[in-house]
């Protein structure tokens, strides 16, 4: 009964480095998600996706970039990290695409980037 | 487009107090509203929902919210805090559209003193 699976827990990178942020869940979720979280600014939206093969960008897309080949997992991609990147990522997913049920989230990412 | 304001980034109150964390929101159809809480290094989990069955709407650990059409708002409430309770709290809003993604406040961090 896993859940929401992010890995790493932890990551510290270079300016200019890329890296791939993980993402899974065992529920047949259709819904999935991407948000980051920093001081004073809640959680804001950076990609979703509301079935494989389907994405859509969120608030703050910028910089990131996401596939959804199958229904378990949704990476999230740094394409050339940057410093505003430092952040608590947070993967979370749904049932339904339709935004009426809760949606469950993973423990979250801390990046840095240095 | 949807939107959420928590009045508040900071509310304290004494143990056995009464709770009180506002929520606006702004939606132009009728929403799908929901709180989170967050404890320390942890991911969001749900308090509650609102989705049109109720306007009081009863949560765990004592919390409730009542959703109020006229005054777009959607206020967290408990009669009696606990230590236990300090968190941060957010306010997040759907519009139950197919593709919809979830928004959510900047948070309200609540401390308990004794």
């Known amino acids: 009964n896993a859940g929401v699976t992010q890995t790493p827990k932890f990551q510290v990178l270079k300016t200019g480095q890329s890296m791939t942020l993980q993402c899974a869940q065992d529920m047949n979720h259709e819904y999935m998600s991407w948000y980051r979280q920093d001081p004073g600014m809640g959680l804001r939206l950076i990609h979703y996706?509301?079935?494989?093969?389907?994405?859509d960008q969120g608030e703050v897309p910028n910089g990131y970039n996401v596939s959804r080949s199958t229904t378990e997992d949704f990476p999230l991609r740094l394409l050339s990290a940057a410093p505003s990147q430092t952040s608590v990522y947070f993967c979370?997913?749904?049932?339904?695409?339709?935004?009426?049920?809760?949606?469950?989230f993973g423990n979250g990412t801390r990046l840095t980037v240095t | 487009a949807q939107s959420v304001t928590q009045l508040g980034s900071h509310v304290s109150v004494s143990e056995g107090a009464l709770v009180l964390l506002r929520c606006n929101y702004s939606s132009s159809v009728p929403p799908y509203l929901f709180w989170y809480v967050q404890y320390p290094n942890q991911g969001l989990q749900l308090l509650l929902k609102y989705t049109s069955a109720a306007t009081l709407v009863k949560g765990i650990n004592g919390f409730e919210a009542e959703f109020k059409k006229s005054e777009t708002s959607f206020h967290l409430t408990k009669p009696s805090a606990h230590m236990s309770d300090a968190a941060e709290y957010f306010c997040?809003?759907?519009?139950?559209?197919?593709?919809?993604?979830?928004?959510f406040g900047k948070g309200t961090t609540l401390s308990v003193s004794s």
């Open positions: 979370a997913s749904s049932p339904d695409t339709l935004g009426n049920s809760p949606l469950h």
């Open positions: 997040a809003v759907s519009d139950g559209q197919a593709g919809t993604a979830l928004i």
């Open positions: 996706s509301v079935g494989a093969g389907i994405t």
